[in-house]
């Protein structure tokens, strides 16, 4: 799903921009459903590249003529959705591509072509037509025709007849023309040169004016551009439509001198959907026009903003450094004396050793008995001090690893709610929970660091013994050295990429398992068990391909080493054997332990890459920006009483690239309640959830109470509003928990009373088997749709100091009449608040004094109910005319069973 900022991030690196990866999310508003390919293309421009949207035909793509590389480019995945990659360049047959989910890998052309997304992008005639006689469309399809075996002179004169008839027929044909011969080609149909040049002109002859004689001896596939279907001749303006096909690309022309004003470029309309949200707005034209000349730039250029600003500055996350701080908070003494017991136990190895040759080479003399008592009573010593030192050592890593998992749960607990909505709209529930389990695995670390710290130490003293007992293979000895710590160097870089793969296969399936588990009952309601194995089998391949891909490399780099560093004690052993053989055994057991020591250090960089990815990824949330807090002189209880005042002034809304809400101008008196109605899907919910901070306004201001909504007024505005809402969470908790959740502890139990009397919970409660002290079951399981809205209701209304209220579909699954009754009461208990109410019961709207109708994300009627219902035209009254017909004409209808279930008792009526 975020594949488009993490292309993005690699286009502004390769070009040497340094830019944060998690800051890039939020600045191209990534959500669960991905990016938007505007939203990308607009960044990128802000940040300092040439980068233009644009649409190519997909023969054209890979060409040099085409100027199209290197680009960002969509591709579809074999499971049909789509996916941003970068495209360097092509070397030969090949095709150099960086794949986010993948890392870099070298397709064949035909290959990669058959990956790319072919979008169809209507257009004017007349725009394609402007655009094909240009050079970007000209030059590649002279090199096709080239490659066809045709000469120069021969391209030449096909294009410049082509470009003669002012029409678009001539150049398409030729195009599909080239097209038809270079397939036939390769599929060994024709011969280049003289047959393939007989097949072109064929279909582009001077008598043949139009393109409807061609159309139907070329197949639909080789054609790049086609009439629009029921409008080939035009639309409404008399204006002929065209169907361009090809790939869309935001391809990059370079780095920018300066960071100019972003400059807006010719657009055409379509936009495909998919899972990764890759809306398309692209104009081959706009490959003319887009780049702007180095001359005309401006020195001055507007600031940028905040959050882009904040993925220039914001350095790269280094996980060893934040370890280490949050190891040094308890002090540097345990770590101290730890890593010098380490070292002491790492050189008791070596010390048995040297006393087990002692005791060997006495024991070849007669007469040393006490002696050899002697050393067997040191080697004993030494073993048991090791033993006791093994013992504190190891108390003290756990300890030390506990103590770091328990300082860093707590800084999550701190820091998650201070992060914004943004945040976590952009991320996975499943992705969040898995960072949260897998905060356990911080108590590792300090056992990775100590075995790091014993087999370097080991190592390096294997290395001075060697040396100290044969100077002559001290060469050798540190060649040997060199290799085993090289190679895992070497390692690190390709073990740390194939191992992020790993991961970010894990987290799709993560996904899956999340929404197999919550749709479970449809999936079987359906029938539709089949296609989710289908689609956990396709995930489950590329998990397993990255897992064995990992492991062969693990056992690759440890066979090398082994086999290389085995060598080195074999070179020094025979080299050693002429010279002194009292030391030779030793000088072998030391030579064998070198390739030993070098396979255990390339397991431990492994271990380390694992968990120096999973720490990036758990610490990542510690790094996101903070919603600013409400200062202390400012808290709810100095809040003044009454409604608040809301305007809106020209407010448009961007989410995933799509204008959800445009030119919004909405004011709201203190103390003043309004119903909002539209369709489903016009943007009702978008507008409060801009008071509630989901959103931003991309363009013009948000004030409340004469002051624009920032992260500061947010918060205060936030402790004095009462928001009800299906999508407000209930816990899992007793029904008292969940009333009180969000209500001051002091809160009196008059207050719980009142709650539970206006939220008509009285009859729940008596239904309970503890009463309040029951628990709601997860998901709410123990209460209906209806009961759980009721409890949300009597949890707002123990909110004390309430200015706003926000009422979204508040008493959804309850009967009609229950509704009516807890509106009216709602509006009685909030009288003096300011009161927003979003309803499909558009009936229940006449009782209100203002009524705002959204159509599109468009404000398109504001006024009093009565004044709306009595104009013809009004949209307002064409809603409650549907809504009769479908109460009085559908339901009231003698072919419906009227069935009523009361207390677990179905009758009819």
């Known amino acids: 799903m975020d594949c488009g900022p ?303 600003a904040a993925a220039l500055e914001e350095t790269p996350s280094q996980p060893e450094r934040e370890i280490w701080q949050a190891l040094r908070a308890d002090g540097l003494l345990t770590p101290t004396i730890l890593g010098l017991a380490i070292v002491l136990a790492a050189m008791g190895v070596t010390g048995e050793a040297i006393l087990f040759r002692g005791l060997m080479e006495l024991g070849k003399h007669v007469g040393l008995e006490s002696l050899q008592v002697q050393l067997m009573w040191a080697v004993c010593i030494l073993m048991a001090l090791l033993l006791l030192l093994e013992l504190p050592m190891g108390t003290a890593t756990l300890r030390l690893g506990r103590r770091l998992e328990m300082r860093l749960r707590l800084a999550f607990l701190h820091k998650i709610p201070r992060l914004g909505e943004r945040y976590f709209h952009s991320r996975l529930t499943s992705d969040m929970a898995q960072r949260a389990h897998d905060l356990r695995q911080f108590r590792t670390i300090p056992i990775l660091g100590s075995r790091v710290l014993r087999t370097a130490c080991q190592l390096m003293l294997t290395t001075v013994g060697i ?128 390739p030993v020591l070098g396979q255990q250090l390339v397991q431990i960089v492994q271990l380390y890459i694992s968990q120096r990815n999973n720490t990036l990824r758990l610490l990542e949330p510690l790094s996101a920006p903070d919603e600013e807090e409400t200062p202390p002189s400012t808290t709810t209880r100095d809040a003044p009483l009454g409604g608040v005042t809301i305007e809106m002034q020209d407010v448009d809304v961007h989410a995933s690239g799509q204008l959800i809400l445009r030119q919004v101008n909405l004011t709201i008196a203190a103390g003043e309640h309004i119903a909002i109605v539209g369709p489903s899907g016009a943007g009702k919910s978008s507008l409060v959830g801009l008071l509630l901070g989901w959103w931003q306004p991309t363009a013009g201001r948000l004030l409340v109470d004469g002051d624009t909504l920032d992260g500061v007024r947010l918060n205060a505005l936030r402790r004095a509003t009462a928001w009800v809402e299906p999508a407000v969470q209930l816990w899992n908790r007793s029904l008292l928990d969940n009333l009180r959740y969000g209500a001051p502890s002091s809160a009196p139990n008059t207050a719980l009373g009142l709650a539970l009397e206006e939220a008509d919970l009285l009859d729940i409660l008596e239904r309970l088997s503890d009463g309040l002290q029951t628990r709601l079951g997860e998901g709410e399981g123990l209460v209906s749709g209806g009961e759980g809205q009721r409890v949300r209701f009597g949890r707002a209304i123990l909110r004390p100091h309430i200015r706003l209220v926000i009422l979204d579909e508040p008493f959804r699954g309850l009967d009609r009449d229950k509704r009516r009754a807890l509106l009216d009461t709602a509006r009685r208990y909030w009288r003096h608040a300011t009161l927003i109410c979003i309803t499909h019961d558009v009936g229940e709207t006449q009782s209100f004094e203002r009524v705002v109708v959204i159509e599109n994300g468009r404000i398109c009627e504001d006024d009093a109910p009565a004044t709306l219902k009595q104009q013809p035209d009004s949209r307002y009254r064409a809603l409650l005319a549907s809504e009769d017909a479908v109460r009085s004409g559908m339901w009231q209808g003698a072919y419906w069973r009227r069935l009523w279930l009361e207390s677990g008792r179905l009758r009819e009526r």
């Not at 029921?230 to 370079?254: C, I, P, W």
């Open 467 to 594: 040396i100290w007992i044969a100077p002559n293979n001290a060469l050798i000895a540190i060649l040997a050295l060199l290799w085993a710590m090289g190679l895992s160097i070497l390692a690190h870089p390709m073990l740390s990429e194939y191992d992020m793969r790993v991961r970010t296969h894990i987290g799709a399936l993560s996904r899956f398992y999340l929404d197999a588990c919550l749709g479970l009952a449809p999936v079987r309601t359906h029938g539709a068990e089949r296609a989710l194995r289908r689609e956990h089998e396709n995930l489950l391949v590329e998990w397993a391909h990255a897992s064995l891909a990992v492991s062969r490399l693990g056992a690759v780099t440890q066979s090398v080493g082994t086999l290389i560093s085995s060598g080195f004690a074999v070179w020094m052993v025979f080299n050693h054997l002429n010279r002194d053989g009292a030391n030779t055994l030793l000088l072998l057991y030391w030579s064998l332990m070198l």
């Open 6 to 308: 993490a292309a993005l991030k690699c286009l502004l690196e390769g070009f040497g921009i340094p830019a944060h990866y998690g800051r890039l999310r939020e600045a191209c508003q990534t959500d669960v459903d991905g990016t938007s390919i505007d939203a990308i293309e607009d960044v990128a421009v802000q940040l300092g590249l040439q980068a233009e949207q644009t649409m190519v035909p997909l023969n054209h793509m890979l060409l040099p003529e085409s100027r199209s590389l290197p680009a960002l480019a969509v591709t579809r995945q074999p499971n049909g959705l789509t996916h941003f990659v970068v495209v360097w360049s092509c070397h030969g047959p090949f095709v150099q591509v960086m794949d986010p989910a993948t890392g870099r890998r070298w397709p064949l052309r035909k290959r990669f072509l058959g990956e790319v997304y072919r979008h169809s992008l209507p257009m004017s005639a007349a725009v394609w037509r402007t655009w094909a006689g240009l050079t970007d469309f000209a030059s590649p399809l002279h090199q096709r025709l080239q490659r066809l075996g045709l000469e120069t002179q021969e391209c030449d004169a096909l294009i410049g007849a082509a470009r003669e008839d002012t029409g678009w027929q001539s150049l398409a044909t030729l195009d599909a023309a080239a097209s038809l011969a270079t397939a036939v080609v390769d599929a060994g149909g024709l011969r280049r040169g003289v047959e393939a040049r007989a097949l072109v002109q064929r279909y582009v002859e001077p008598e043949q004016p139009n393109v409807s004689s061609a159309s139907g001896a070329i197949p639909d596939v080789f054609w790049s551009v086609r009439p629009l279907p029921q409008a080939s001749r035009g639309d409404h303006t008399g204006e002929e439509q065209l169907v361009l096909r090809g790939a869309v690309l935001v391809r990059v022309r370079g780095r920018r001198p300066s960071r100019p004003p972003h400059v807006g470029t010719p657009q055409a309309d379509g936009e495909p959907q998919s899972s990764d949200q890759t809306e398309v707005d692209s104009d081959p034209s706009a490959a003319s026009t887009a780049t702007v000349p180095a001359s005309e730039i401006e020195d001055e250029s507007p600031p940028l903003p905040p959050d882009l």
